[in-house]
């Protein structure tokens, strides 16, 4: 998403992301992709039209000679990163174009120029997911672009990008215990919302480049392309094409196309076990038994000796010895290979939040956070303990 500087992935198989369910022989069939394809809204007016029903929050639409005042014409220093779908860029909205946003930061993100179907479908669920939708850990859409080719969607910007970015870079200090766990504890708060609205929304693309944080590292799930509807009454599951990312998505879905909740906890599982590790999902530098996380570490997470030695060692010890045992027990049970033996997502939330006390650390201190900006713009991070 947008402000979160993504680094593109190797998809399970990207395809078309839509609020029906799709059966196999839908899938298979160009000829009814093209046929969907030409009713799908191509204008503000019928984007409108399409949300009116489920619509809660209201969007603008920006023109493109708008997107390219807010953004200075896309200037490159403005560039925050892209992936497979585009571009992101940050602007600011000036007070001649809105009063109420006048000067607001905001993540403009630009989807590639082909126009695709399949860029379009995601394009559009984006707009009425996050139009129906609105929560703390949920990114802000603000508005959209949907003008000839054009497809745009402007954010809220949230200033530290990607908890991809934080997690493992090289250059920021390491984030400490209490933030990683705060992360954890954001994002289950977020998904637990879309599993338990009226109308239950699976996220399907639950990943470290997809949670974006503000300053004071609060989160925001973004990158709602890949939402579907989730299963309602009597069933159980969603068929539908398979799709998400390699290392992340659950392994029944992969095998049959069902989506189910439990997809998701699968996803956040990983997540919280790369929170742990500090270890990509992913990692062909590593040695061969060591380059998918799970795999690896899966085996260890219930033996408490064993734990201990795969938490990330540049956090030199610094963290609750229980809440490593806790967290690790939790990775465990929502990486289990039989989604219905795995916890919901508000219990998850109901395990996370007692880990959440900033100076319960080994050393018993306290730590502070200090930002500062450097020449170029960006913000660095220091932590100091007390």
Known sequence: MGNCVCRWEPSVYRVSSNAKSES??????????????????????????LRRDSAANPLIAFTFEELKIITENFRQDRLLGGGGFGSVYQG????DLGEELQSLPVAVKVHDGDNSYQGHREWLAEVIFLGQLSHPNLVKLIGYCCENEHRVLIYEYMARGSVENNLFSRVLIPLPWYIRMKIAFGAAKGLAFLHEAEKPVIYRDFKTSNILLDLDYNLKLSDFGLAKDGPVGDKSHVSTRIMGTYGYAAPEYIMTGHLTPGSDVYSFGVVLLELLTGRKSLDKSRPAREQNLTDWAVPLLKEKKKVLKIVDPRLEGDYPIKGVHKAAMLAYHCLNRNPKARPLMRD??????????PDEVSTGKSVVTIISEVPNGELKTQYSAL
């Open 348 to 357: 998850i939330v109901d395990s996370l939040e007692p880990l959440q006390v």
């Open 92 to 95: 600011f909205v000036p007070e």
């Open 24 to 49: 196999p022989k839908d899938q298979s069939s160009p000829e009814k992709s093209r046929n969907d394809d030409s009713k799908l809204p191509s204008n503000p007016k019928e984007v409108e039209d």
